[in-house]
């Protein structure tokens, strides 16, 4: 009986694998994972460097891959045969210089696997980030995160709304915090409301992560869940994005350069759908005269007025009746004294707009040793908007550098500055924006003879002070305000970071960081004599007109931002036995902020 048994006992035997991991000379690598992943079993490396664990019997005969990985290394890999009999397979990890697949970016700027991770996040690589162009970062982001909404201005340069999750704020800031290099930096636009996308009308200037070059972004991570984001408080109720940038690595004492330039144009994607059956008046009536209310319902801007035939005569009713009076002229603002057809313009609102372009460059030259590495880059953008006379041109520059001082001891250092410039930012809202003016214009309006408007109110009876236009009531000529209201604004912008990481024993560091988000934003408005779509935001006043009988008007506005983020952190991690590690973070922050507005306007 016991002869028959013994064979089977030993069939039923599983094969126990191990061995040791090491790095570079021989050291032990502490906290390695070596794992069959088809079996889904495995172990991590002790203090020696050494695992062992047992594979199932049912997997004997069978040859599998044993996989041998540790963060900041190449992972290896080794072909075993299951047989029942013991296994001894050591693994040599050589350091990796590239992205780990399989590990993200956390909070305070640490690095996890995603499998020991219990929180949401997605993490994006600088080349999933690059696949399209935008510019702003975020709008590089849309589609690309499940869970995040994100709305553009529709203008071109303004800011980008993103929501994680849904709105967590009826009244408030529903914007997450963004982190780079462990740095918390400032999303901010404008202190005042009028440049913060106001409805009543006013400009976008922007949010401040666009000031970023999207090709020095290394990984992009969306922290969603509040557990996620716990550890940066309050301010990052609405979620965080944490942005890690491009660092250079070992390259043999050769230098290695790259570069990244795009070319892109554009046009408005959608228009409002317009009516082309009826022209400009009321009632069913119109006849220009001045543009102002004395000839019949000149000073209306919607299109209720006669039907757009083709016909040069019987605009009007005979008095008193609702006969057209054929004998009457069909006069406009481009022909106030003599009789001209009365037709559509079906393009008359596309026709403002031209071809944008978008073309952007970056130049970057990266090397290093096993010990010191550094990276430079130069980026470059010029955007011609489709908007007429609005432009944008921006230049960074961003240096990383890391220094590996002792066995025990490294340090890394960040630098970037950022100098966008922007001219005649398009208005948004009721009064100023683009489209506000679109939506009232009369459909026989020609666009094509609103572009000289150089010619003056006079040429068709409007007012002498008042630049040619189709209706001097309600509106200001499209272009006159673009070329002759110039909006110029200009931000300059530092963001550094300083660490140190000394460590303390295999899988304890000590981590010292500080870093600062410095801002300087100046806004020039001027306003010629004769506008009167734009409101002045004069400080402690709700938005007031531009006087006609002063010789136009401006405003100045200037804001100021410092804030610095200092930490101190304690990690470990450190594996249980062969199943299982700890992953732990005990630190603080201090935070400082100073902010200053100071404006003027007439």
Wanted: proline share 5%; glycine share 12%.
């Amino acid at each position: 009986v016991v002869v028959g048994i013994a064979p089977a006992l030993a069939q039923a035997q599983g094969t126990t694998i191990s061995g040791q991991v090491t790095g570079i000379g021989g050291t032990p690598i502490v906290g390695a994972s070596v794992s069959i992943t088809a079996l889904r079993v495995g172990a991590f490396t002790d203090d020696a460097g050494r695992y062992s664990f047992t594979a199932p019997a049912s997997a004997n005969g069978t040859t599998v891959t044993l996989l041998a990985r540790r963060l900041g290394y190449q992972p290896s890999s080794a072909p075993v045969t299951l047989s029942g009999a013991p296994v001894v397979q050591n693994f040599s990890l050589s350091t990796a210089a590239t992205e780990l697949q399989g590990v993200v970016v956390t909070a305070l700027g640490l690095t996890r696997e995603k499998s020991q991770l219990g929180t949401a996040q997605q993490q994006i690589s600088s080349s999933e980030l690059n696949q399209t162009k935008a510019l702003n970062l975020i709008d590089q982001l849309s589609g690309k995160v499940s869970g995040v909404n994100i709305t553009g201005a529709g203008t071109p340069g303004g800011s980008t709304n993103i929501v994680i999750r849904g709105q967590n704020s009826i009244t408030g800031n529903n914007q997450p915090l963004f982190i780079v290099d462990g740095t918390p930096i400032s999303n901010n636009e404008n202190a005042h409301s009028r440049h913060s996308g106001d409805p009543n009308g006013g400009y976008d200037f922007g949010s401040g992560i666009s000031d970023l070059n999207p090709d020095d972004i290394a990984t992009l991570t969306v922290l969603k869940g509040p557990n996620a984001a716990a550890l940066y408080g309050s301010r990052a109720s609405n979620g965080v994005i944490v942005i890690t940038t491009k660092k250079g690595a070992s390259s043999s004492a050769h230098a290695r350069t790259e570069l990244s330039t795009t070319y892109t144009w554009d046009k408005p994607s959608t228009l409002p759908v317009y009516q082309n059956l009826y022209g400009q008046g009321a009632g069913g009536e119109f006849e220009y005269f001045n543009g102002k209310g004395d000839g019949v319902n000149d000073w209306a801007d919607q299109s209720f007025g006669p039907k757009l035939d083709g016909r040069s005569f019987g605009c009007t009713f005979i008095p008193n009746t609702t006969t057209y009076d054929t004998a009457a002229p069909c006069l406009q603002f481009t022909s106030p004294t003599a009789a001209s057809p009365w037709i559509a313009h079906p393009d008359n609102v596309e026709s403002f707009f031209n071809t944008g372009h978008t073309r952007s460059t970056t130049l970057a030259v990266s090397g290093g040793t096993d010990r010191a590495s550094a990276r430079l880059s130069l980026g470059r953008d010029n955007i011609t908007g489709y908007i007429p006379n609005n432009n944008f041109s921006k230049t960074s520059g961003l240096l990383n550098g890391s220094l590996q001082v002792t066995s025990k001891l490294s340090t890394d250092a960040t630098l970037q500055y950022i100098h966008n410039v922007a001219q005649n930012r398009p208005g948004t809202g009721y009064n100023t924006g683009i489209l506000e003016t679109f939506v009232w214009f009369g459909r026989q309006v020609d666009m094509n003879a609103l572009r000289n408007y150089q010619q003056g109110g006079a040429t068709n009876n409007g007012p002498a002070n008042r630049e040619f236009n189709w209706n001097y009531n309600f509106h200001n000529n499209p272009f006159w305000r673009q070329f002759e209201n110039p909006v110029g604004d200009i931000r300059d912008r530092f963001i550094g970071t300083v660490s140190a990481n000394y460590k303390l024993f295999d899988g304890g560091s000590l981590i010292a960081r500080t870093g600062s988000d410095i801002y300087r934003l100046g806004i020039d408005e001027h306003f010629a004599q004769g506008n009167i779509q734009d409101q002045v935001a004069v400080p402690g006043i709700a938005g007031a007109g531009i006087d006609p009988a002063y010789f136009g008007g401006f405003a100045n506005q200037n804001d100021y931002s410092n804030q610095n983020n200092s930490d101190l952190l304690l990690t470990v991690s450190r594996p249980l036995g062969n199943h299982f590690a700890v992953n732990s973070t005990l630190g603080g922050t201090v935070r400082r902020e100073r902010f200053e507005n100071a404006s003027v306007a007439t």
